[in-house]
Structure formats: structure tokens, C-alpha cells
């Protein structure tokens, strides 16, 4: 699994090719819901096959026969790394995994806790969930554990904890990541340092590369920092 997924936050093919032809390396890529409901499995399979690693955030949630079945239809795609939603529960996470693996041995498929959007209000308020987002996160990676998982989607506030129960082989992937820690529609956001320091086994940077006036040097710099973080924790 690759460190760095670049996530392709645009709205069609034409846009993600245009933005990767800016970007000289060949980066890991995160394919989210508004690109694959707009172009599709080909267009991931068009990804595949030009070399880029898949990350297919799609957050698969539902009723666990339709979950399996869905699985099997990711598993094609050769994608690198996907997902489901834990809150799903632990039948459907197993029936999920289960589906992949009829059609796919080598993609890992990790579950989604708590969005980096939500913050102790909205858990306590909206979502009825007591005892705090570090709690709830660590109760969510503990059921993907027990139902297979690889990992788990984290923001690097809850990383630290997640590994001290259950191991630095669990995955811990995290998005909002930024140079500073100033916020937009994310609260829970980390820089590449912060996030290295918690154990954080890969990274998931969007908007402050594809936004970038040059994402090629936006992207080197976050692959350098991160990387140069890595190096000196190890």
C-alpha cells in the first residue's frame, strides 16, 4: 500500500487526466463518490491500467448480502485499496470482505469510522453516539478488526489509540491533511509531521494539491514533507 494517495476531487475523466498530466510522477490516486458515480468502473479501470494505484473511496454501506455483492463487483477493478462504512455493522463488513475475496486476494479493504467533518457536537447532538469521537472511533476499528479488516479511515487525532490497541499492522488512513492546521468543511485535519508522529500508515491529500496554482510542486513538497517525516521516525 502507498503512503500518499492524491485525491482526485474533480467532476469528470477529462479533468482528473488533465490535472495528473500536471503532476510529472506517477501518484497514488483516491477515486471518490462524485468522479466514480459520474465516469464509472471503466474509468478506474482506465486508471489502473495506465499505473496509478487505486484508492476507491466509495464508503460502501448497506444490507450485508448487498454489500458482498458489491464487493465482488470492486474486487474486478483491481484496485489497489477500498472501502465500507463501519457503522454498517460487522455481519456486513464480513459480507463485504467475503465478496471481494471471491474475485480478489490482494486488494485491502479498510472501514470508514467518523468523518473528519464531524466534531463533538454533531457525535453528541446529531449523531446520538456518547463518549466522545476518540471512544467512538476506537469502537468502530475494533469491530473492522474483529470482521477482517485491514484497517480503518481515521483522522490522526484518533490514529495513536487505534494502533495501541490493536497493532501498527492495522491500517490507519487518514484524510485532512494540510501544511497548517486551518480548517474548511474538515475540523479534524493534521499536518504530514503530526499525522507521521501518531503512527499514521498512509495519507490522503486533496484540495491543497488539485487547488494548488501548480500541483506538481504542491504535490513534490507534501510527498517530500511526509516522506521526510516518515524517514525520521522510523
Known amino acids: ?7 482526485l476531487d474533480v467532476e469528470t475523466a477529462e479533468e ?9 510522477a506517477k501518484p497514488a490516486v483516491k477515486v471518490g463518490m462524485e468522479l466514480f458515480y459520474h465516469e464509472g468502473g471503466q474509468f478506474v479501470e482506465r486508471l489502473v491500467g495506465e499505473g496509478y494505484p487505486v484508492f476507491l473511496d466509495v464508503k460502501v454501506h448497506d444490507i450485508p448480502e448487498t454489500a458482498r455483492r458489491t464487493l465482488r463487483q470492486i ?7 477500498t472501502n ?40 453528541a447532538e446529531e449523531l446520538h453516539i456518547e ?8 469502537r468502530q476499528a475494533l469491530s473492522a478488526e474483529r470482521a477482517g479488516l485491514d484497517g480503518v479511515v481515521a483522522s490522526v487525532h484518533e490514529a495513536r489509540a487505534i ?9 490507519t488512513v487518514t484524510p485532512g491533511i494540510r501544511m497548517n492546521e486551518t480548517t474548511d468543511d474538515q475540523v479534524r485535519v493534521a499536518t504530514p509531521k ?10 490522503v491529500v486533496g484540495r491543497p494539491i488539485t487547488r494548488a496554482e501548480d500541483p506538481n510542486a504542491a504535490y513534490t513538497y507534501y510527498l517530500q514533507e511526509w516522506s ?4 525520521t521516525n522510523r
Open 1 to 7: 500500500m502507498h503512503r500518499l494517495y492524491l485525491a
Open 16 to 24: 482528473a487526466f488533465r490535472l495528473l498530466r500536471r503532476i510529472e
Open 75 to 81: 474486487g474486478r477493478l483491481g484496485v489497489e485499496l
Open 84 to 123: 465500507v462504512h463501519t457503522l454498517g455493522g460487522e455481519t456486513m463488513m464480513r459480507y463485504a470482505l467475503d465478496g471481494l475475496r471471491d474475485v480478489n486476494e490482494t486488494t485491502r479493504l479498510i472501514g470508514v469510522t467518523q468523518l473528519t467533518s464531524t466534531d463533538e457536537r454533531m457525535l
Open 131 to 138: 463518549g466522545g469521537l476518540e471512544r467512538a472511533v476506537l
Open 163 to 171: 494502533h495501541q490497541a490493536l497493532g501498527s499492522q492495522f491500517l
Open 194 to 203: 503530526a499525522a507521521r508522529e501518531a503512527g499514521v500508515s498512509a495519507i
Open 228 to 231: 521526510r517525516t516518515y524517514e
